[in-house]
Structure formats: C-alpha cells, structure tokens
C-alpha cells in the first residue's frame, strides 16, 4: 500500500494543475490501495477551507470526506473518528477540534487550555470524551 500526502488528494479533488492533476486522477485510478493519514486528513481540510485559492465552505469539504471515504482502493487511518468528525462538523465543533475529540475516544477527557467555544460547544452536544478546561 502507499500512502498519499495533501498535494495529490488537492491536484484530484480541485483539478487546478493540468499534469499533476492528471498525475493524481491516474493514481487513484490504478493504485491497489492508498492510505489517507489522518495528519493529511487536518491539512487537507485547512488547505481547502483557508488557502486563498480555495476558501470553500466546511459542509462542502465534508462531502469530500465523505466521496474519499467511498472510493474503493482508499484507506483513511482511523475511519471511525473521521466518521464521527464529520458528524460532530456538521453538529457545530470546527472540524480539526472534532477529529482530535473523535479520536481521543478511548481516553476520560479531553484537556484544552484557549478553546473555551470549543468546550463548550462539545459539553452542550454531550460528546464523549468530556472536554474540559484546566484550572
């Protein structure tokens, strides 16, 4: 298996740079299996939703997730807390905030010290972990 990094996911999703994007849809095309880290997963979404060339809202990022996710040779490192990152999105957590939550499930909190909006926000939809704030 080979693992992909944000530049290739960005040349096939945006279809912005004729030859590596080529590049990038013929990758996906005949690689076997392809692994998605989820690092590639938080710069992925940052480049989509915060370059200057992008700024696309975060419900559209989270349809791609989604199409990454269907596309049969793709691997995502840790489905289930992109899945559950997706939902706690679209449930108002920022998404980079959600997959750190959603992948933290194991432990009994989660320990912030400036993201009171995000604790907040986490302690009002009852997510688990609990998010608290240190004092």
């Not at 998605?36 to 480049?47: G, I, Q, R, S």
């Not at 989270?62 to 840790?78: A, K, R």
Request: glycine residues 2%; charged residues 25%; negative net charge.
């Amino acid at each position: 298996m080979k693992s992909v990094d944000t530049n290739i996911l960005v040349r096939y999703y945006a279809q912005d740079d004729s030859l590596q994007s080529s590049l990038a849809l013929r990758i996906f095309r005949d690689e076997p299996e392809l692994l998605v880290t989820k690092t590639v997963l938080l710069e992925f979404f940052w480049v989509l939703t915060q370059a200057d060339k992008f700024r696309f809202p975060p419900e559209q990022v989270m349809s791609v997730f989604e199409h990454l996710q269907g596309l049969p040779n793709i691997v995502i490192e840790d489905e289930l807390s992109l899945r559950t990152a997706i939902a706690w999105c679209r449930a108002g957590l920022e998404f980079p905030d959600a997959l750190h939550l959603a992948a933290s499930g194991a432990c009994s909190a989660f320990l912030t010290f400036d993201d009171r909006k995000f604790a907040r926000r986490a302690q009002r939809l009852n997510l688990a972990p609990v998010c608290e704030i240190p004092a």
